[in-house]
């Protein structure tokens, strides 16, 4: 499997058809696509010429070494192959690559456990985004 990631994020864009199966599709949200899409680092694991995994990052607005990641989706067929740890490794490269020293994200909560096993911890309450709950996770890179 190959990997890329840049700011490239336009109408075809392979990470876009994952993120509408996972999240459109799979489970039920309306409101995926936004305005950090066009600003945002997309990183995308291909295999072969499929895309099958894919996440994003942007920097915090008002900071200087803080990075949110998101959109973090893996096609269901290829789940289980540690291919999340994976976007997770390439998104947090980037950020140490762009001085960066801290990433945060909103963790569906049935995700928790994944991101623990990665190194992210639970701050704060949970929430609702669109129906989901979800808690902010940070991680010191």
Do not use: W
Not at 10 to 35: L, Y
Not at 46 to 68: M, P, S
């Amino acid at each position: 499997m190959k990997s890329r990631i840049a700011k490239d994020f336009q109408e075809h864009h392979p990470a876009k058809e994952i993120r509408i199966k996972v999240f459109m599709e799979e489970q039920g949200f309306t409101q995926e696509f936004d305005e950090i899409d066009p600003i945002a680092y997309h990183a995308v694991i291909f295999d072969n010429d499929q895309a099958v995994a894919c996440g994003r990052l942007y920097q915090k607005e008002g900071t200087e070494d803080t990075y949110i990641l998101g959109r973090i989706a893996v096609l269901k067929e290829y789940r289980k192959q540690h291919l999340g740890a994976k976007i997770l490794e390439l998104l947090e490269d980037k950020i140490k690559e762009l001085n960066g020293k801290k990433a945060e994200l909103s963790a569906q909560i049935s995700a928790v456990g994944f991101y623990e096993k990665n190194g992210y911890h639970k701050q704060g309450d949970i929430y609702f985004d669109e129906y989901c709950q979800h808690i902010k996770m940070i991680k010191y890179l």
